[in-house]
């Protein structure tokens, strides 16, 4: 059984901070968190350094989700986007993901070019398409121990009485858990968990009110897991944003030398003990 799904079968809420690459993987597991969120949003934003609008191809983003399983111990829930093509183009993208021992992807109904859930301007595949998609990818991942997520962004566009609607047509194919997208108000999220019974997934993202719902407030309504996609990819960019700008101002960061790490403590979040003991024992003497 694999690591998430003991979490799962556990009952308790599972926090999976978003990682936008692998070293904020490693610091999602040094704060103790159970699994870590492979954002599609901070793929792109970190990669690119572009808006997610459906621009990182199938290839960048397992790249990016084998350079995070590598990077941590903790199982990788990755965003897989809409499959990315086709529906052999599915086939290869869950088969590629289960390769590489990511524990969980979720595939969303947005037609192509997809765009982050929190935009405007969405547009949907039929949902009947879409169950067939699921019952695809179920079929692909057959082998494996990789939870499947089915995520409908059908929130923003059509409200949240045919997002429910979606969320549990979904869940009959076979899938693990479902996901609505795009909920800015604790009032969605309520609706969702009492009206999608299964295994759900709640994504909080920063600015909304749902910003405001404790772990324990939304383990009680009935999530399962809980992705806050964006939370460490807004502070880092803010810190850093913050940095710059003392630098270019005083011509030195020494007036803000305590908000950042030091050398050493950087040499502690990326393990450089390991490598040491490592050449210490087995390198030439």
Same mark, same amino acid.
């Given at each position: 059984?694999?690591?998430?799904?003991?979490?799962?079968?556990? @009952?308790?809420?599972?926090?999976?901070?978003?990682? /936008?690459?692998?070293?904020?993987?490693r610091?999602v597991? $040094?704060?103790?968190?159970?699994?870590?969120?492979?954002?599609?949003?901070?793929a792109?934003?970190?990669?690119?350094? #572009?808006?997610? =609008?459906?621009? #990182?191809?199938?290839?960048?983003?397992?790249?990016?989700?084998?350079?995070?399983?590598?990077?941590?111990?903790?199982?990788?829930?990755?965003?897989?986007?809409?499959? *990315?093509?086709?529906?052999?183009?599915? =086939?290869?993208?869950?088969?590629?993901?289960?390769?590489? @021992?990511v524990? /969980?992807?979720?595939?969303?109904?947005?037609?192509?070019? &997809?765009?982050?859930?929190?935009?405007s301007?969405?547009?949907?595949?039929?949902?009947?398409?879409?169950?067939?998609?699921? &019952?695809g990818? +179920?079929?692909?991942?057959?082998?494996?121990?990789?939870?499947?997520?089915?995520?409908?962004? /059908?929130?923003?566009?059509?409200?949240v009485?045919?997002?429910?609607?979606?969320?549990?047509?979904?869940?009959?194919?076979?899938?693990?858990? +479902?996901?609505?997208?795009g909920?800015?108000?604790?009032? $969605?999220?309520?609706?969702?968990?009492?009206?999608?019974? @299964?295994?759900?997934?709640?994504?909080?993202?920063?600015?909304?009110?749902? $910003?405001?719902?404790?772990?324990?407030?939304?383990?009680?309504?009935?999530?399962?897991?809980?992705? *806050?996609?964006?939370s460490?990819?807004?502070?880092? /960019? &803010?810190?850093?944003?913050?940095? =710059?700008?003392? =630098?270019?101002?005083?011509?030195?960061?020494?007036?803000?030398?305590?908000? #950042?790490?030091?050398?050493?403590?950087?040499?502690? #979040?990326?393990?450089?003990?390991? *490598?040491?003991?490592?050449?210490?024992?087995? @390198?030439?003497?």
């Amino acid at each position: 059984m694999s690591k998430l799904k003991e979490l799962l079968n556990a @009952g308790t809420l599972i926090q999976a901070p978003g990682a /936008a690459d692998a070293l904020t993987a490693r610091l999602v597991e $040094q704060a103790g968190f159970p699994a870590v969120y492979m954002t599609g949003f901070g793929a792109t934003a970190t990669t690119l350094g #572009m808006p997610d =609008l459906g621009l #990182m191809t199938q290839t960048e983003m397992l790249e990016h989700a084998r350079r995070m399983v590598r990077a941590t111990a903790l199982p990788v829930i990755a965003d897989a986007d809409t499959g *990315y093509g086709g529906i052999n183009n599915l =086939l290869r993208t869950v088969e590629d993901y289960a390769q590489i @021992g990511v524990a /969980a992807i979720h595939l969303e109904d947005q037609t192509l070019p &997809k765009r982050c859930g929190q935009l405007s301007g969405i547009q949907l595949v039929d949902a009947e398409a879409q169950v067939r998609t699921l &019952k695809g990818a +179920v079929c692909a991942r057959a082998w494996s121990d990789m939870l499947l997520i089915a995520r409908t962004d /059908a929130l923003g566009v059509h409200g949240v009485e045919e997002a429910v609607r979606r969320a549990n047509l979904y869940a009959e194919t076979g899938v693990d858990l +479902v996901f609505v997208d795009g909920v800015k108000t604790i009032a $969605q999220a309520e609706a969702i968990a009492r009206h999608v019974p @299964g295994r759900k997934v709640l994504s909080v993202v920063d600015g909304n009110e749902t $910003q405001r719902l404790t772990a324990a407030e939304i383990q009680q309504m009935g999530f399962d897991i809980v992705f *806050y996609a964006l939370s460490t990819l807004f502070a880092a /960019a &803010k810190a850093s944003a913050r940095v =710059l700008e003392v =630098l270019r101002h005083d011509g030195s960061t020494a007036a803000i030398s305590n908000d #950042m790490a030091t050398y050493g403590e950087f040499m502690e #979040m990326v393990g450089l003990h390991r *490598y040491h003991d490592f050449e210490k024992e087995f @390198g030439q003497a």
